[in-house]
């Protein structure tokens, strides 16, 4: 439940950036005057759903798990992104972005295998 509810939290970015790509840039200026129409392009507004969706589902995972294990799943998030900037947006890999990866991921391992254990 926390990983699919993480995939769609970065699938709703992802959603979002293309959207946004279609729309085209907004200043701080005049974003809201373009805010019914920036929400209303369809990759933003799935996004908006995906978004949605793992809001509920994350509400499931924090009632059974606790915050300070759950939470930092949630990074999980970034690695994903950056999957979907190489794979779909032509964006790159470089090494800071691989490192952080790694460092998430072996974050994440340790966190799932003792994450759970007794206080010090």
């Not at 809001?55 to 995972?61: D, F, K």
């Not at 998430?104 to 340790?110: K, V």
Request: glycine share 10%; net charge positive; hydrophobic share 60%.
């Amino acid at each position: 439940m926390a990983l699919f509810s993480i995939f769609l939290g970065a699938t709703g970015q992802f959603l979002f950036r293309v959207g946004m790509l279609q729309y085209g840039r907004v200043t701080a200026q005049n974003i809201w005057r373009q805010l019914f129409s920036i929400i209303f392009t369809p990759a933003i507004f799935v996004g908006f759903m995906c978004f949605g969706m793992s809001s509920i589902l994350w509400l499931v995972v924090i009632s059974k798990w606790e915050l300070s294990y759950a939470y930092p799943m949630v990074a999980l998030g970034y690695v994903i992104a950056i999957f979907y900037g190489a794979a779909f947006l032509d964006e790159g890999i470089n090494l800071p972005k691989l490192l952080g990866c790694i460092l998430i991921l072996t974050g994440i391992s340790i966190l799932g295998l003792f994450g759970h254990a007794k206080n010090f």
